[in-house]
């Protein structure tokens, strides 16, 4: 246990890393997402197949094997077509993958909330005057994120725990910093007990936080009880 | 194209070794992860805390915790104990296939406990009182009444929990379990492509597609008393 309190400035760091990745994969898969569902509903017939067929594609294939895809598929990519000799760094490798796949899941949730908004609220705004843009951010969008907030949470909390995949890739991460005290101390289950309680907690904060936000998306409805 | 069609018919026995490994994974642990999931789920809804209480801890820390984690922990993290090492279930811990069979057994378990626990919360309060009315005694009403129907009500949740651990079998390799994954992972090293990996991709989805369709069929057949 002494040792615990040895490496906790470096469990903290890679704690650190972890959150890190997580949200800057949620900021880009929202942003995919987005893009996806948009697809998803578009008149253009091509574009709606091409989309199916992506998000189909990267919900059957497992996020570990999506992630070393990405991180030496990338690099691969990058010193054949571009002559560089620039290698990915595993972070990046490991927000390309963890939004993909978060985008494909977010893409069919947006979608479904996009369509659960009623068309007469639509019709109502464009008879208002209101352009394009003002309908999607001002009726659309605050209607749709109501709905989509119990699935957008657990999707965040199974983005979080796949983030502890980018430790195989060399990231140090809080799982990678558990493996190499591990690896010292001759310790491996307190620290990586350390770690599974760090992910509890941190998936424990996150409950009330989605709490908050439902009871805010929520404050114009009569409640359900 | 050219160069996954060389490849596959180049290294397709190791693959299709790889692949029986991930096909044993998921059969093996969705069944043993569902028989314990069942008794789970009735244990956690018991009105009895003590009961109660810890089926809800075990739930809570496998679904809320990484599965790469709980691997490790199983498989790196036990060996740090001496009496784990001299007893019987370093038989189960010490190879790599049954260490990584057991944590996707848990996982799944845990996972599979919380849908079957929504289903049996959902079962009419009236059929269990018809059960009760006849003289049924209560296990017999847990056993014949409330599991079946509670499996009926959420057996699209259960099928979608399968495909999901067919992606979660993946993790094995990360403890040197020669999975699809893990076979993968060899020859894309050994060749320096990602050509390997891009084809387990593909048969990943393959398998999960029939995967989907065999469910689907059994999901009609388990509701067959249902209107529609």
């Given amino acids: ?225 | 194209m050219d160069q996954l069609a060389s490849l596959l018919s180049l290294s397709w026995p190791a693959l299709l070794d790889g692949l029986w490994i991930s096909l044993q994974l998921l059969l093996f642990s969705c069944v043993l992860g569902f028989a314990l999931a069942v008794p789970l789920a009735v244990a956690r809804t018991s009105p009895r805390r003590w009961i109660a209480l810890p089926c809800r801890l075990f739930m809570s820390a496998f679904r809320g915790t990484p599965l790469l984690v709980q691997i490790f922990i199983l498989y790196y993290g036990l060996a740090q104990f001496e009496w784990v090492r001299d007893s019987v279930l370093w038989l189960l811990l010490d190879d790599a296939f049954s260490c990584a069979l057991l944590a996707l057994t848990l996982n799944l378990a845990a996972y599979m406990a919380e849908d079957i626990r929504g289903g049996i919360l959902g079962v009419p309060a009236g059929e269990k009182e018809a059960a009760t009315a006849f003289g049924m005694s209560r296990l017999m009403v847990t056993w014949y009444i409330v599991v079946p129907r509670a499996i009926g009500i959420v057996a699209p949740t259960l099928g979608n929990e399968i495909v999901l651990q067919l992606k979660s079998t993946a993790l094995a390799s990360t403890i040197t379990v020669l999975d699809l994954t893990g076979v993968a992972r060899r020859l894309s090293i050994e060749a320096y492509t990602t050509d390997a990996l891009l084809l387990a991709g593909l048969l990943y989805i393959v398998i999960a597609a029939v995967l989907s369709l065999l469910i689907k069929y059994g999901e009609a057949r388990l509701n067959l008393h249902q209107p529609h």
């Fill in chain 1, 1 to 225: 246990m002494a040792a615990l309190f040895d490496y906790s400035a470096q469990l903290l760091e890679g704690a650190g890393l972890t959150l890190e990745l997580a949200f800057t994969s949620l900021c880009f898969g929202l942003l995919l997402g987005l893009a996806g569902a948009a697809a998803k509903m578009s008149a253009l017939p091509w574009l709606r197949q091409a989309a199916y067929l992506v998000s189909n594609i990267l919900r059957g294939i497992p996020e570990f094997l999506i992630l070393l895809i990405c991180y030496f598929g990338l690099s691969n990519l990058i010193n054949t077509h571009f002559a560089g000799t620039l290698s990915l760094s595993p972070f990046a490798g490991g927000v390309v993958a963890l939004a993909l796949v978060f985008g494909a899941y977010a893409s069919e949730v947006f979608r479904g909330a996009f369509l659960a908004v009623p068309k007469g609220q639509l019709e109502a705004a464009r008879s208002y005057g209101l352009s394009r843009g003002q309908i999607f951010w001002c009726v659309q969008l605050p209607q749709a994120w109501r709905i989509c907030l119990p699935s957008l949470n657990n999707m965040w909390q199974n983005l979080l725990k796949d983030t502890s995949l980018v430790s195989i890739v060399g990231l140090e991460d809080m799982l990678r910093k558990a493996s190499i005290a591990a690896q010292f101390t001759k310790q491996p289950f307190v620290f990586y007990a350390a770690v599974a309680v760090v992910y509890l907690l941190l998936l424990a904060v996150s409950n009330p936080a989605f709490a908050y936000f439902e009871k805010r998306a929520n404050r114009g409805y009569a409640s359900p009880a």
